[in-house]
Each structure stands twice: as C-alpha cells, then as structure tokens.
C-alpha cells in the first residue's frame, strides 16, 4: 500500500509539473477574446512567438512577433496562418490554461497519496505497539513519556530550594539521567505515531517545543555535574525547560 501511494504521489508531482508549463502559454485556436486581460486591454507577449519557423539564410531566428508585442486580433491572425500553436503571455488565466484540470487531477491525487501514506503509517504504529503488547513489554505513549518527563521537573523545581547545594545537584543529576537515557526517547521513537496523529504542522510546533525544553534540561543536568557553583544555572535552566515543556503539551494535546 505504502510503495502504491508513493507512486501516485510521484506520478502526480510528475502530471502536476508537466500541466503547470502551460500557465501561460495559451493555445491560438482560443477565440480572439480570450487574448483580453483583466483590465480590458489586449494581452503582451512575454517571448518570441513562431521563432522556430522563421530561419534566415545564417541560421538566425526571425520572430513573427516579439516579446513585448501587444496580441491584437491582426496579429494573432498573422500568427495562426503562420503555424504557430501557443503563445507566452505576461497575464495567467484559469480560463486560458489548457492543462488546468489535469493539474487539478493531480492535486486531487497528491491529496490521496498523502491520505493513503497516513493511513499506512498510522497502521504501522499501532501494529508495532501491539506487538510489543504481545511480547510482554511495556509499552510507553509519547503522551505518559512527556507526563512523567514533566513531573519529574515539577518536583525538581519544588524541592530543591530545601535541599543543600551539594544535595541539590546531585538530585538533579539522578533525576534528570532517566529523561536524557528513556523517557526523551520515547518520543523520539513515536515520531510516526505523532505525524499520523498530530499531523505535519502541528507535530512540528510540538518538536519545537519539546525540543527547546529538552535542550534545557541537557544544560541543567551539565551545570549540576559541574558542582555546587553552577547550580544556579542549573536551577535557571530547570524552570525555563518546565515552560518549555507545558507548551509541548498544550502542543500535544
């Protein structure tokens, strides 16, 4: 299923492409009205027109019209006897764009080879934490992973100031060890289970979060290793991580 959305979405990136050439490069067999831009006035050439069909002797291109040409009726009369197919124009028209519903088509098939990745992805997560539930393990949700995360820095915030500098570090050290080496990365680990959840946009501002909150705890648990002197840089970092970290939550939902 994964390898069939991925080739649609390849297709259709391809099919989108290809249909978005033609933006602005309307076909002549268009009625003459069609040539007329938004304020009323004839359209300009953005590039030489029927280049191709006018060689000299040297081998030099000799335009039927040059860019900057104003399309009146005369002229896009001179360029259909000519043999000239299409056009660039300076001014896109939905209505001029032969392509436009493939380009839609292909719209419409990134948007299911994106819901059918989701899907995918969705179901292998889900099979993974059974099967982890079949094995005997336990199995930690990003959700209770960022909980516990939490209120190991709650208590941390809470109960150092009772403690004695030398106490307080190492309190810090011991505590913060399980986040750095399980709980982070837990969430980590769940980065499909969150996208399929949250969605892209969203798993990113949460990852923002988090992340800034994790950077701090990192810098807390290096200050308190240092000693007792850099324990009021630990402290700082304590309670700018636990910002940090209740806005991943809310983030989270």
Request: glycine letters at 8%; aromatic letters at 6%; hydrophobic letters at 50%.
């Amino acid at each position: 299923m994964k390898l069939i959305a991925q080739l649609i979405i390849t297709a259709c990136l391809i099919l989108g492409a290809v249909a978005g050439t033609t933006a602005y490069l309307p076909l002549l067999s268009l009625d003459d009205s069609a040539f007329v831009g938004r304020d009323g006035q004839p359209l300009v050439l953005r590039a030489d027109a029927g280049a191709e069909l006018q060689i000299n002797a040297d081998g030099s291109a000799n335009p039927l019209a040059k860019a900057g040409d104003v399309l009146t009726p005369e002229l896009l009369a001179m360029l259909r006897a000519g043999g000239v197919e299409r056009v660039r124009v300076k001014e896109f028209s939905f209505s001029r764009w032969s392509h436009k519903w493939y380009f839609l088509l292909a719209c419409v098939g990134l948007f299911a080879g994106a819901f059918m990745v989701k899907r995918v992805q969705k179901s292998l997560a889900l099979a993974a934490i059974e099967a982890g539930a079949k094995a005997g393990s336990v199995v930690v949700s990003p959700e209770a992973a960022l909980e516990t995360i939490i209120n190991i820095v709650d208590k941390l915030n809470s109960q150092l100031s009772l403690m004695k500098p030398a106490e307080a570090c190492h309190a810090i050290v011991e505590s913060l060890d399980p986040v750095q080496k399980e709980h982070a990365l837990v969430i980590v680990e769940a980065r499909s289970l969150l996208i399929t959840k949250l969605g892209m946009g969203r798993f990113a501002q949460f990852m923002d979060r988090f992340s800034a909150g994790e950077r701090q705890l990192n810098r807390a648990w290096s200050a308190a290793a240092d000693g007792e002197v850099y324990l009021h840089e630990a402290i700082r970092c304590l309670k700018k991580s636990a910002e940090h970290l209740a806005e991943a939550r809310a983030k989270l939902g």
